[in-house]
Protein backbone atom coordinates (compact mmCIF):
# COMPACT_ATOMS: atom_id res chain seq x y z
CA UNK A 1 0.00 0.00 0.00
CA UNK A 2 1.34 3.38 -1.03
CA UNK A 3 1.30 5.91 1.57
CA UNK A 4 0.15 9.54 0.73
CA UNK A 5 1.31 12.53 2.17
CA UNK A 6 -0.77 15.00 3.08
CA UNK A 7 -1.24 18.31 1.25
CA UNK A 8 -0.90 21.43 4.09
CA UNK A 9 -4.33 23.20 4.20
CA UNK A 10 -5.23 26.77 3.63
CA UNK A 11 -4.85 27.51 7.57
CA UNK A 12 -1.71 25.73 7.92
CA UNK A 13 -0.11 27.45 4.60
CA UNK A 14 -1.52 31.08 6.07
CA UNK A 15 0.06 30.44 9.57
CA UNK A 16 3.30 28.90 8.52
CA UNK A 17 3.32 32.54 6.05
CA UNK A 18 2.19 34.55 8.94
CA UNK A 19 4.89 33.04 11.55
CA UNK A 20 7.42 33.67 9.10
CA UNK A 21 6.58 37.11 8.36
CA UNK A 22 6.94 37.81 12.18
CA UNK A 23 10.61 35.83 12.97
CA UNK A 24 11.39 37.92 10.06
CA UNK A 25 10.50 41.27 10.16
CA UNK A 26 8.83 41.77 13.50
CA UNK A 27 5.02 41.49 14.63
CA UNK A 28 4.61 45.22 13.12
CA UNK A 29 4.73 44.33 9.74
CA UNK A 30 2.23 41.60 10.34
CA UNK A 31 -0.86 42.31 8.08
CA UNK A 32 -3.35 40.63 6.60
CA UNK A 33 -2.47 41.73 3.49
CA UNK A 34 1.01 40.62 3.92
CA UNK A 35 -0.18 37.49 5.62
CA UNK A 36 -2.12 36.65 2.47
CA UNK A 37 0.59 37.39 -0.02
CA UNK A 38 3.26 35.60 1.60
CA UNK A 39 0.40 32.46 1.84
CA UNK A 40 -0.45 32.76 -1.97
CA UNK A 41 -4.05 33.46 -0.79
CA UNK A 42 -6.34 35.92 -1.25
CA UNK A 43 -7.55 38.45 1.55
CA UNK A 44 -11.06 36.54 1.68
CA UNK A 45 -9.65 33.56 1.54
CA UNK A 46 -7.29 34.49 5.14
CA UNK A 47 -10.15 36.36 6.52
CA UNK A 48 -12.26 32.84 6.75
CA UNK A 49 -9.55 31.16 8.46
CA UNK A 50 -8.68 34.28 10.85
CA UNK A 51 -11.46 37.49 10.96
CA UNK A 52 -8.76 39.91 12.37
CA UNK A 53 -5.10 40.46 12.53
CA UNK A 54 -5.33 39.36 15.97
CA UNK A 55 -7.10 36.56 16.06
CA UNK A 56 -4.32 35.25 13.12
CA UNK A 57 -1.42 36.59 16.01
CA UNK A 58 -2.91 34.31 19.08
CA UNK A 59 -2.78 31.49 16.35
CA UNK A 60 1.46 32.49 15.48
CA UNK A 61 2.15 32.99 18.88
CA UNK A 62 0.18 29.54 20.36
CA UNK A 63 1.95 28.11 17.36
CA UNK A 64 5.51 29.39 18.21
CA UNK A 65 4.71 27.84 21.48
CA UNK A 66 3.77 24.34 20.50
CA UNK A 67 7.11 24.33 18.39
CA UNK A 68 9.35 25.91 21.34
CA UNK A 69 7.63 23.32 23.90
CA UNK A 70 8.53 20.88 21.21
CA UNK A 71 12.11 21.55 21.14
CA UNK A 72 12.01 21.39 24.68
CA UNK A 73 10.86 18.07 25.40
CA UNK A 74 12.67 16.75 22.83
CA UNK A 75 15.94 18.21 24.25
CA UNK A 76 14.94 16.76 28.08
CA UNK A 77 14.25 13.24 26.56
CA UNK A 78 17.90 13.71 24.87
CA UNK A 79 19.69 14.77 28.15
CA UNK A 80 17.57 12.16 30.22
CA UNK A 81 19.06 9.53 27.77
CA UNK A 82 22.65 10.88 28.41
CA UNK A 83 21.76 11.01 32.13
CA UNK A 84 20.96 7.54 31.60
CA UNK A 85 23.41 6.05 29.64
CA UNK A 86 26.47 7.64 31.47
CA UNK A 87 24.85 6.60 35.15
CA UNK A 88 24.68 2.94 33.34
CA UNK A 89 28.39 2.94 32.44
CA UNK A 90 29.45 4.62 35.62
CA UNK A 91 27.67 1.22 37.23
CA UNK A 92 29.49 -1.04 34.87
CA UNK A 93 32.90 0.45 35.62
CA UNK A 94 32.13 0.42 39.60
CA UNK A 95 31.23 -3.25 39.59
CA UNK A 96 33.68 -5.96 41.43
CA UNK A 97 36.02 -7.77 38.99
Do not use: W
Amino acid sequence: MTKTTRRPSSRDKILDAATALVSERGVQQLTIEAAAAAAGVTKAGLIYHFKTRDELLVAVVESMARTIDLYSRAAEEQRASRVNDASAGAKANCSPP
